[in-house]
Protein backbone atom coordinates (compact mmCIF):
# COMPACT_ATOMS: atom_id res chain seq x y z
CA UNK A 1 0.00 0.00 0.00
CA UNK A 2 1.69 2.96 -1.32
CA UNK A 3 -1.12 5.14 -2.40
CA UNK A 4 -2.41 8.25 -0.16
CA UNK A 5 -6.31 6.41 0.43
CA UNK A 6 -6.84 8.64 3.75
CA UNK A 7 -6.79 7.65 7.48
CA UNK A 8 -8.69 4.94 9.07
CA UNK A 9 -9.60 5.29 12.86
CA UNK A 10 -9.84 2.63 14.27
CA UNK A 11 -12.44 2.19 17.78
CA UNK A 12 -12.57 -0.41 20.26
CA UNK A 13 -12.39 -0.18 24.14
CA UNK A 14 -10.22 -3.12 24.28
CA UNK A 15 -6.67 -1.35 24.41
CA UNK A 16 -5.23 -4.82 23.36
CA UNK A 17 -7.27 -5.47 20.38
CA UNK A 18 -6.93 -1.66 19.18
CA UNK A 19 -3.56 -1.81 19.33
CA UNK A 20 -3.35 -5.25 17.73
CA UNK A 21 -5.14 -3.82 14.73
CA UNK A 22 -3.77 -0.39 14.41
CA UNK A 23 -0.51 -2.39 14.21
CA UNK A 24 -1.36 -5.04 11.38
CA UNK A 25 -2.74 -1.61 9.69
CA UNK A 26 -0.20 -0.04 9.79
CA UNK A 27 2.53 -2.79 8.53
CA UNK A 28 0.34 -2.68 5.41
CA UNK A 29 0.89 0.84 5.14
CA UNK A 30 -1.76 2.81 6.21
CA UNK A 31 -2.77 5.86 7.97
CA UNK A 32 -4.34 4.80 11.06
CA UNK A 33 -5.88 6.62 14.68
CA UNK A 34 -7.39 5.17 17.23
CA UNK A 35 -10.21 5.78 19.68
CA UNK A 36 -10.56 4.00 22.95
CA UNK A 37 -14.61 4.41 23.29
CA UNK A 38 -17.95 6.00 20.77
CA UNK A 39 -17.38 9.48 22.44
CA UNK A 40 -13.73 9.94 21.84
CA UNK A 41 -14.41 8.41 18.15
CA UNK A 42 -16.53 11.40 17.09
CA UNK A 43 -14.65 13.95 18.84
CA UNK A 44 -11.76 13.09 16.70
CA UNK A 45 -13.81 12.74 13.84
CA UNK A 46 -14.82 15.86 14.54
CA UNK A 47 -11.46 17.06 13.74
CA UNK A 48 -9.44 15.38 11.10
CA UNK A 49 -10.17 13.61 7.99
CA UNK A 50 -11.12 9.93 7.61
CA UNK A 51 -12.06 7.36 5.24
CA UNK A 52 -12.96 4.87 7.08
CA UNK A 53 -13.82 4.08 10.84
CA UNK A 54 -13.45 0.36 11.96
CA UNK A 55 -15.79 0.12 14.99
CA UNK A 56 -15.89 -2.45 17.65
CA UNK A 57 -19.65 -3.38 18.09
CA UNK A 58 -19.91 -3.99 21.90
CA UNK A 59 -18.49 -1.04 23.74
CA UNK A 60 -18.99 0.79 27.34
CA UNK A 61 -21.11 4.08 27.00
CA UNK A 62 -21.70 4.76 23.18
CA UNK A 63 -22.51 1.59 20.95
CA UNK A 64 -20.92 0.70 17.69
CA UNK A 65 -24.45 1.15 15.82
CA UNK A 66 -25.25 4.15 17.86
CA UNK A 67 -21.71 5.30 16.04
CA UNK A 68 -22.51 3.79 12.95
CA UNK A 69 -26.01 6.01 12.73
CA UNK A 70 -24.27 9.03 13.97
CA UNK A 71 -21.63 8.57 11.30
CA UNK A 72 -23.87 8.25 9.00
CA UNK A 73 -26.09 11.44 9.49
CA UNK A 74 -22.98 13.82 10.18
CA UNK A 75 -20.47 12.47 7.78
CA UNK A 76 -21.95 10.60 4.39
CA UNK A 77 -18.57 10.88 2.81
CA UNK A 78 -16.90 8.28 5.92
CA UNK A 79 -17.18 4.11 5.06
CA UNK A 80 -17.47 2.39 8.60
CA UNK A 81 -16.96 -1.35 8.83
CA UNK A 82 -18.16 -3.07 12.07
CA UNK A 83 -16.74 -5.93 14.03
CA UNK A 84 -19.17 -8.09 15.78
CA UNK A 85 -18.79 -11.19 17.87
CA UNK A 86 -18.74 -14.37 16.14
CA UNK A 87 -22.18 -16.00 15.47
CA UNK A 88 -25.04 -12.57 16.10
CA UNK A 89 -25.59 -12.44 12.64
CA UNK A 90 -29.10 -10.16 13.51
CA UNK A 91 -26.54 -7.59 14.38
CA UNK A 92 -24.74 -7.89 10.88
CA UNK A 93 -27.78 -7.90 9.06
CA UNK A 94 -28.90 -4.69 11.39
CA UNK A 95 -25.37 -2.74 10.82
CA UNK A 96 -25.50 -3.20 6.74
CA UNK A 97 -29.38 -2.06 7.10
CA UNK A 98 -28.05 1.09 8.67
CA UNK A 99 -25.34 1.69 6.32
CA UNK A 100 -22.73 -0.09 7.43
CA UNK A 101 -19.65 -1.04 4.46
CA UNK A 102 -19.45 -4.47 5.47
CA UNK A 103 -18.52 -6.41 9.02
CA UNK A 104 -16.23 -8.27 10.56
CA UNK A 105 -17.34 -11.36 12.84
CA UNK A 106 -14.37 -12.01 15.89
CA UNK A 107 -12.24 -13.38 15.94
CA UNK A 108 -10.91 -11.49 13.27
CA UNK A 109 -8.51 -13.22 10.75
CA UNK A 110 -5.56 -10.76 9.51
CA UNK A 111 -6.43 -11.48 6.02
CA UNK A 112 -10.07 -10.95 6.41
CA UNK A 113 -9.69 -7.96 8.10
CA UNK A 114 -6.92 -6.47 5.40
CA UNK A 115 -9.04 -7.81 2.41
CA UNK A 116 -12.30 -6.06 4.15
CA UNK A 117 -10.51 -2.79 5.13
CA UNK A 118 -8.86 -2.35 1.90
CA UNK A 119 -11.75 -2.98 -0.59
CA UNK A 120 -13.79 -0.65 1.31
CA UNK A 121 -11.09 2.18 1.88
CA UNK A 122 -10.25 1.93 -2.28
CA UNK A 123 -14.01 2.63 -2.69
CA UNK A 124 -14.19 5.68 -0.11
CA UNK A 125 -11.30 7.17 -2.08
CA UNK A 126 -13.11 6.67 -5.24
CA UNK A 127 -15.94 7.88 -4.30
CA UNK A 128 -14.26 11.17 -2.48
CA UNK A 129 -12.59 11.17 -5.98
CA UNK A 130 -15.50 11.54 -7.73
CA UNK A 131 -17.22 13.71 -5.53
CA UNK A 132 -14.15 16.21 -5.68
CA UNK A 133 -14.57 15.90 -9.90
CA UNK A 134 -17.95 16.78 -10.03
CA UNK A 135 -17.40 19.36 -7.57
CA UNK A 136 -14.47 21.15 -9.96
CA UNK A 137 -16.65 20.11 -12.81
CA UNK A 138 -19.40 22.29 -11.33
CA UNK A 139 -16.35 25.50 -10.62
CA UNK A 140 -15.08 25.05 -14.10
CA UNK A 141 -18.61 25.38 -15.50
CA UNK A 142 -20.27 27.90 -13.64
CA UNK A 143 -19.03 31.49 -12.43
CA UNK A 144 -21.33 33.30 -10.05
CA UNK A 145 -24.50 31.16 -10.82
CA UNK A 146 -24.31 31.50 -14.43
CA UNK A 147 -23.61 28.53 -15.96
CA UNK A 148 -21.71 27.65 -19.67
CA UNK A 149 -19.83 24.90 -21.02
CA UNK A 150 -20.01 26.23 -24.33
CA UNK A 151 -16.97 27.95 -26.06
CA UNK A 152 -19.10 31.08 -26.84
CA UNK A 153 -19.68 30.95 -22.66
CA UNK A 154 -16.47 30.11 -21.32
CA UNK A 155 -15.72 33.61 -24.07
CA UNK A 156 -18.38 35.04 -21.32
CA UNK A 157 -16.38 34.23 -18.40
CA UNK A 158 -13.52 35.17 -19.55
CA UNK A 159 -14.74 39.02 -20.41
CA UNK A 160 -16.79 38.60 -16.95
CA UNK A 161 -13.43 38.76 -14.93
CA UNK A 162 -11.30 40.79 -16.98
CA UNK A 163 -14.11 43.43 -17.15
CA UNK A 164 -14.95 43.49 -14.20
CA UNK A 165 -12.16 45.46 -12.12
CA UNK A 166 -12.14 48.10 -14.73
CA UNK A 167 -14.11 50.94 -14.29
CA UNK A 168 -15.03 51.21 -18.07
CA UNK A 169 -18.78 51.20 -18.72
CA UNK A 170 -20.25 47.55 -20.29
CA UNK A 171 -23.23 46.86 -22.71
CA UNK A 172 -24.33 43.86 -22.55
CA UNK A 173 -26.44 42.52 -25.26
CA UNK A 174 -28.86 39.38 -26.23
CA UNK A 175 -32.18 38.08 -26.43
CA UNK A 176 -34.38 38.08 -24.32
CA UNK A 177 -33.77 35.19 -21.08
CA UNK A 178 -30.14 34.89 -22.17
CA UNK A 179 -28.74 36.06 -18.58
CA UNK A 180 -28.01 39.69 -18.87
CA UNK A 181 -29.30 40.65 -15.51
CA UNK A 182 -27.50 37.93 -14.29
CA UNK A 183 -24.14 38.69 -16.33
CA UNK A 184 -25.03 42.49 -15.24
CA UNK A 185 -24.36 40.91 -10.90
CA UNK A 186 -21.73 38.66 -11.96
CA UNK A 187 -19.38 41.92 -12.78
CA UNK A 188 -20.48 43.65 -10.13
CA UNK A 189 -19.53 40.96 -7.50
CA UNK A 190 -16.50 40.22 -9.27
CA UNK A 191 -15.45 44.27 -8.89
CA UNK A 192 -14.06 45.78 -6.41
CA UNK A 193 -17.44 47.70 -5.71
CA UNK A 194 -18.95 44.59 -4.98
CA UNK A 195 -19.61 45.72 -0.56
CA UNK A 196 -21.64 48.74 -2.35
CA UNK A 197 -24.72 48.36 -3.88
CA UNK A 198 -26.19 46.97 -7.52
CA UNK A 199 -29.42 48.44 -8.44
CA UNK A 200 -31.05 47.62 -11.22
CA UNK A 201 -33.27 50.11 -13.48
CA UNK A 202 -35.54 48.42 -15.69
CA UNK A 203 -36.36 51.72 -18.45
CA UNK A 204 -39.13 49.84 -20.01
CA UNK A 205 -40.97 49.93 -16.49
CA UNK A 206 -40.82 53.46 -15.08
CA UNK A 207 -43.64 55.96 -16.77
CA UNK A 208 -41.87 58.38 -18.88
CA UNK A 209 -42.51 61.20 -16.41
CA UNK A 210 -41.12 59.57 -13.56
CA UNK A 211 -38.03 58.48 -15.15
CA UNK A 212 -35.66 61.44 -14.26
CA UNK A 213 -37.12 61.71 -11.10
CA UNK A 214 -36.29 58.27 -10.21
CA UNK A 215 -32.74 58.41 -12.00
CA UNK A 216 -31.71 61.95 -10.42
CA UNK A 217 -33.63 62.47 -7.57
CA UNK A 218 -35.94 65.69 -6.59
CA UNK A 219 -36.21 68.30 -4.99
CA UNK A 220 -39.10 69.53 -2.37
CA UNK A 221 -41.65 71.18 -4.65
CA UNK A 222 -40.01 70.70 -8.03
CA UNK A 223 -43.46 69.70 -9.03
CA UNK A 224 -46.78 69.35 -7.72
CA UNK A 225 -46.19 66.02 -6.09
CA UNK A 226 -42.78 66.43 -4.64
CA UNK A 227 -43.47 66.79 -1.13
CA UNK A 228 -39.90 66.16 0.32
CA UNK A 229 -36.34 66.05 -0.85
CA UNK A 230 -36.03 62.37 -2.51
CA UNK A 231 -32.06 61.19 -3.47
CA UNK A 232 -32.63 59.18 -6.99
CA UNK A 233 -31.12 55.46 -7.78
CA UNK A 234 -27.99 57.31 -9.21
CA UNK A 235 -27.54 58.38 -5.72
CA UNK A 236 -28.13 55.16 -4.27
CA UNK A 237 -25.85 53.09 -6.31
CA UNK A 238 -23.05 55.79 -5.20
CA UNK A 239 -19.46 53.50 -5.56
CA UNK A 240 -21.70 50.82 -6.95
CA UNK A 241 -23.31 49.74 -9.98
CA UNK A 242 -26.31 50.97 -11.88
CA UNK A 243 -27.86 48.27 -14.24
CA UNK A 244 -29.87 49.70 -16.94
CA UNK A 245 -31.79 47.09 -18.16
CA UNK A 246 -33.71 47.87 -21.38
CA UNK A 247 -31.73 50.91 -22.09
CA UNK A 248 -32.96 51.66 -25.61
CA UNK A 249 -36.43 52.31 -24.28
CA UNK A 250 -34.60 55.54 -22.72
CA UNK A 251 -36.02 58.66 -24.02
CA UNK A 252 -34.15 60.60 -25.89
CA UNK A 253 -34.24 64.16 -23.06
CA UNK A 254 -33.31 61.25 -20.79
CA UNK A 255 -30.50 59.63 -22.83
CA UNK A 256 -28.85 63.70 -23.05
CA UNK A 257 -28.93 63.76 -19.32
CA UNK A 258 -27.43 60.45 -18.60
CA UNK A 259 -25.17 61.13 -20.85
CA UNK A 260 -23.92 64.31 -19.03
CA UNK A 261 -23.98 62.68 -15.59
CA UNK A 262 -21.74 59.57 -17.06
CA UNK A 263 -19.36 62.51 -18.35
CA UNK A 264 -19.07 64.84 -15.83
CA UNK A 265 -19.50 62.10 -12.80
CA UNK A 266 -22.47 64.41 -11.16
CA UNK A 267 -25.95 64.37 -11.04
CA UNK A 268 -29.13 67.07 -10.92
CA UNK A 269 -31.64 66.22 -8.84
CA UNK A 270 -35.33 67.61 -10.58
CA UNK A 271 -35.37 71.16 -9.23
CA UNK A 272 -31.80 71.52 -7.67
CA UNK A 273 -29.20 73.69 -9.04
CA UNK A 274 -25.95 72.36 -7.03
CA UNK A 275 -24.81 69.19 -8.68
CA UNK A 276 -24.52 66.00 -6.61
CA UNK A 277 -20.96 64.44 -7.28
CA UNK A 278 -21.95 60.71 -8.37
CA UNK A 279 -19.21 57.83 -8.72
CA UNK A 280 -21.20 55.01 -10.22
CA UNK A 281 -20.35 52.01 -12.85
CA UNK A 282 -23.20 51.81 -15.88
CA UNK A 283 -23.94 48.93 -17.23
CA UNK A 284 -26.36 48.86 -20.08
CA UNK A 285 -28.19 45.85 -20.94
CA UNK A 286 -30.25 45.78 -24.43
CA UNK A 287 -31.93 42.95 -26.72
CA UNK A 288 -32.41 45.03 -29.16
CA UNK A 289 -29.54 46.35 -32.07
CA UNK A 290 -28.54 49.53 -30.68
CA UNK A 291 -26.59 50.56 -33.61
CA UNK A 292 -30.04 50.23 -35.57
CA UNK A 293 -31.81 52.08 -33.21
CA UNK A 294 -28.71 54.60 -33.82
CA UNK A 295 -29.67 54.37 -37.61
CA UNK A 296 -33.11 54.92 -37.21
CA UNK A 297 -32.63 58.04 -34.56
CA UNK A 298 -34.68 56.08 -31.93
CA UNK A 299 -31.28 56.95 -30.09
CA UNK A 300 -28.49 58.93 -29.28
CA UNK A 301 -25.21 57.92 -31.22
CA UNK A 302 -23.29 59.75 -28.55
CA UNK A 303 -24.82 57.82 -25.97
CA UNK A 304 -23.95 54.91 -27.32
CA UNK A 305 -20.40 55.32 -27.54
CA UNK A 306 -20.35 56.13 -24.00
CA UNK A 307 -22.05 52.75 -23.10
CA UNK A 308 -20.93 50.63 -25.10
CA UNK A 309 -17.11 50.66 -24.37
CA UNK A 310 -17.12 47.18 -23.78
CA UNK A 311 -20.40 45.08 -25.32
CA UNK A 312 -20.52 41.30 -23.88
CA UNK A 313 -22.97 39.42 -26.38
CA UNK A 314 -24.97 36.88 -24.57
CA UNK A 315 -25.26 34.30 -27.71
CA UNK A 316 -28.35 32.80 -27.86
CA UNK A 317 -29.35 29.28 -26.55
CA UNK A 318 -29.73 27.44 -30.25
CA UNK A 319 -26.34 28.75 -31.00
CA UNK A 320 -24.78 26.54 -27.57
CA UNK A 321 -27.32 23.18 -27.48
CA UNK A 322 -24.13 21.68 -25.94
CA UNK A 323 -24.93 23.96 -22.49
CA UNK A 324 -28.48 22.54 -22.40
CA UNK A 325 -27.54 19.20 -20.56
CA UNK A 326 -26.14 21.21 -17.90
CA UNK A 327 -28.52 23.78 -17.59
CA UNK A 328 -31.29 20.73 -17.41
CA UNK A 329 -29.62 19.10 -15.05
CA UNK A 330 -29.09 22.10 -12.78
CA UNK A 331 -32.66 23.26 -12.80
CA UNK A 332 -34.21 19.81 -12.37
CA UNK A 333 -32.19 19.60 -9.32
CA UNK A 334 -32.79 22.68 -7.80
CA UNK A 335 -36.82 23.12 -9.06
CA UNK A 336 -36.90 18.51 -7.43
CA UNK A 337 -35.41 19.98 -3.85
CA UNK A 338 -37.60 23.32 -3.96
CA UNK A 339 -40.60 21.17 -4.48
CA UNK A 340 -39.69 17.94 -2.55
CA UNK A 341 -40.05 15.83 -5.68
CA UNK A 342 -38.27 12.79 -6.33
CA UNK A 343 -37.45 13.97 -9.77
CA UNK A 344 -33.65 12.85 -10.67
CA UNK A 345 -32.93 13.72 -13.77
CA UNK A 346 -34.66 13.47 -17.26
CA UNK A 347 -34.91 10.50 -19.74
CA UNK A 348 -32.68 10.28 -22.71
CA UNK A 349 -35.76 10.77 -25.14
CA UNK A 350 -36.71 13.98 -23.03
CA UNK A 351 -33.06 15.24 -23.09
CA UNK A 352 -32.67 14.53 -26.81
CA UNK A 353 -36.00 16.61 -27.46
CA UNK A 354 -34.50 19.58 -25.35
CA UNK A 355 -31.51 19.66 -26.89
CA UNK A 356 -33.34 20.12 -30.26
CA UNK A 357 -35.62 22.25 -29.09
CA UNK A 358 -35.10 26.10 -30.77
CA UNK A 359 -35.82 27.89 -27.30
CA UNK A 360 -36.84 31.64 -28.63
CA UNK A 361 -36.99 32.36 -24.85
CA UNK A 362 -33.79 30.84 -24.40
CA UNK A 363 -32.52 29.87 -20.89
CA UNK A 364 -35.56 31.13 -18.89
CA UNK A 365 -37.76 29.62 -21.40
CA UNK A 366 -35.93 26.06 -20.47
CA UNK A 367 -35.91 26.94 -16.77
CA UNK A 368 -39.74 27.57 -16.68
CA UNK A 369 -40.36 24.57 -19.25
CA UNK A 370 -38.02 22.12 -16.35
CA UNK A 371 -40.48 23.63 -13.97
CA UNK A 372 -43.59 22.77 -15.41
CA UNK A 373 -41.40 18.87 -16.35
CA UNK A 374 -40.78 18.48 -12.77
CA UNK A 375 -44.35 19.87 -11.29
CA UNK A 376 -46.03 16.84 -13.98
CA UNK A 377 -43.47 14.16 -13.23
CA UNK A 378 -44.60 11.59 -11.66
CA UNK A 379 -41.54 9.15 -11.37
CA UNK A 380 -37.67 9.70 -10.72
CA UNK A 381 -37.13 11.00 -14.66
CA UNK A 382 -38.73 13.38 -16.66
CA UNK A 383 -40.12 11.92 -20.00
CA UNK A 384 -41.29 13.62 -22.97
CA UNK A 385 -45.32 12.92 -22.00
CA UNK A 386 -43.79 16.12 -19.25
CA UNK A 387 -42.71 18.68 -21.96
CA UNK A 388 -45.02 20.93 -23.47
CA UNK A 389 -46.45 20.02 -27.13
CA UNK A 390 -43.88 22.45 -28.91
CA UNK A 391 -40.90 20.44 -27.14
CA UNK A 392 -42.10 17.49 -27.70
CA UNK A 393 -42.25 18.70 -31.69
CA UNK A 394 -38.86 19.75 -31.74
CA UNK A 395 -36.91 16.41 -32.94
CA UNK A 396 -39.02 15.38 -36.12
CA UNK A 397 -39.68 19.11 -37.14
CA UNK A 398 -35.95 20.61 -37.12
CA UNK A 399 -34.90 17.40 -38.28
CA UNK A 400 -37.46 18.63 -41.60
CA UNK A 401 -35.46 21.69 -42.14
CA UNK A 402 -32.00 20.39 -41.10
CA UNK A 403 -32.79 18.17 -44.36
CA UNK A 404 -33.68 20.98 -46.71
CA UNK A 405 -31.65 23.38 -45.16
CA UNK A 406 -28.69 20.80 -46.42
CA UNK A 407 -29.86 20.25 -50.27
CA UNK A 408 -30.50 24.02 -49.85
CA UNK A 409 -33.78 23.14 -51.50
CA UNK A 410 -35.58 26.18 -52.49
CA UNK A 411 -38.91 27.45 -50.77
CA UNK A 412 -41.35 25.80 -53.16
CA UNK A 413 -39.56 22.46 -53.08
CA UNK A 414 -39.36 22.49 -49.61
CA UNK A 415 -43.19 23.77 -48.55
CA UNK A 416 -43.97 20.37 -50.90
CA UNK A 417 -41.66 18.30 -48.78
CA UNK A 418 -43.11 19.74 -45.53
CA UNK A 419 -46.66 19.74 -46.73
CA UNK A 420 -45.85 15.33 -47.35
CA UNK A 421 -44.13 15.14 -44.08
CA UNK A 422 -47.20 16.31 -42.23
CA UNK A 423 -49.60 14.40 -44.09
CA UNK A 424 -47.29 11.62 -43.25
CA UNK A 425 -47.90 12.24 -39.80
CA UNK A 426 -51.43 12.80 -39.46
CA UNK A 427 -51.70 9.53 -41.79
CA UNK A 428 -53.09 10.89 -45.01
CA UNK A 429 -55.86 13.16 -43.17
CA UNK A 430 -55.66 16.21 -44.61
CA UNK A 431 -58.25 18.03 -42.65
CA UNK A 432 -55.92 17.27 -40.03
CA UNK A 433 -52.57 18.20 -41.97
CA UNK A 434 -54.71 21.66 -43.33
CA UNK A 435 -55.31 22.45 -39.03
CA UNK A 436 -51.52 21.66 -38.46
CA UNK A 437 -50.40 23.65 -41.31
CA UNK A 438 -52.41 26.72 -40.28
CA UNK A 439 -54.22 26.42 -44.36
CA UNK A 440 -57.95 25.76 -44.96
CA UNK A 441 -58.59 22.69 -46.68
CA UNK A 442 -59.38 24.14 -49.96
CA UNK A 443 -55.78 25.58 -49.90
CA UNK A 444 -54.13 22.00 -49.26
CA UNK A 445 -56.21 20.87 -52.02
CA UNK A 446 -54.84 23.44 -54.39
CA UNK A 447 -51.63 23.10 -53.39
CA UNK A 448 -51.39 18.87 -53.52
CA UNK A 449 -52.75 19.55 -57.54
CA UNK A 450 -49.95 21.32 -57.78
CA UNK A 451 -47.52 19.01 -56.23
CA UNK A 452 -49.40 16.18 -58.06
CA UNK A 453 -49.22 18.09 -61.34
CA UNK A 454 -53.10 17.22 -61.72
CA UNK A 455 -56.54 19.24 -60.68
CA UNK A 456 -57.09 17.60 -57.51
CA UNK A 457 -61.07 15.68 -58.08
CA UNK A 458 -62.45 17.79 -55.63
CA UNK A 459 -61.13 21.23 -56.83
N1 LIG B 1 -26.21 30.71 -18.20
C1 LIG B 1 -27.17 30.62 -17.27
N2 LIG B 1 -27.05 29.75 -16.24
C2 LIG B 1 -28.01 29.64 -15.31
N3 LIG B 1 -29.14 30.35 -15.30
C3 LIG B 1 -29.33 31.23 -16.30
C4 LIG B 1 -28.36 31.42 -17.32
N4 LIG B 1 -28.82 32.35 -18.16
C5 LIG B 1 -30.01 32.74 -17.71
N5 LIG B 1 -30.34 32.08 -16.57
C6 LIG B 1 -31.60 32.21 -15.81
O1 LIG B 1 -32.60 32.53 -16.75
C7 LIG B 1 -33.44 33.55 -16.28
C8 LIG B 1 -33.36 34.75 -17.18
O2 LIG B 1 -32.10 35.40 -17.01
P1 LIG B 1 -31.98 37.00 -17.04
O3 LIG B 1 -33.11 37.64 -16.32
O4 LIG B 1 -30.60 37.34 -16.61
O5 LIG B 1 -32.15 37.20 -18.60
P2 LIG B 1 -32.22 38.54 -19.44
O6 LIG B 1 -31.27 38.37 -20.57
O7 LIG B 1 -32.05 39.71 -18.53
O8 LIG B 1 -33.69 38.47 -20.03
P3 LIG B 1 -34.66 39.69 -20.47
O9 LIG B 1 -34.06 40.31 -21.68
O10 LIG B 1 -35.94 38.98 -20.78
O11 LIG B 1 -34.75 40.60 -19.30
C9 LIG B 1 -33.01 33.83 -14.87
O12 LIG B 1 -33.81 33.06 -13.98
C10 LIG B 1 -31.58 33.38 -14.84
O13 LIG B 1 -31.23 32.97 -13.55
MG1 LIG C 1 -33.41 41.19 -17.99
Same mark, same amino acid.
Given at each position: ????? /???? +? &??? *??? =??? $????? @? ?21 ? /???? +? &??? *??? =??? $????? @? ?35 ? $? ?66 L ?28 PVNCAAIPEQLLESELFGH???AF ?8 GLF ?7 LFLDEISELPLMLQAKLLRAIQ???IRRVG ?10 I?AATNLNLAEEVKAKRFREDFYYRLN ?151
Amino acid at each position: MTEDW /GTIL +V &VDD *DAD =MRE $LTCDL @LKDRGHQVAAAGSGEEALKQLAQ /GDYA +V &VLT *DLR =MKG $LQGLE @LLTQIRQEYPDINVILMTAFGSVETAVEAMKHGASDY $LTKPVKKVELVRVVERVIREASLRREVNRLRREVHKEYSFHHILGKSKPMQVVFDLIRRVADSPTNVLITGESGTGKELVAKAIHYNSDRKDAPFIPVNCAAIPEQLLESELFGHMRGAFTDAKMDKHGLFEEAQKGTLFLDEISELPLMLQAKLLRAIQEKEIRRVGATKPIAVDVRIIAATNLNLAEEVKAKRFREDFYYRLNVIELKLPPLRERREDVPLLVEAFTRKCAEARGKPVKGVSEAALAMLIDYGWPGNVRELENVIERAVTLSRGEKVTPDDLPPAVQGARGDRRVLDEAAEKTLPLHEFEKEYIKKILEKTGGNKYQAAHALGIDRKTLYRKLAEIEGTPHPEE
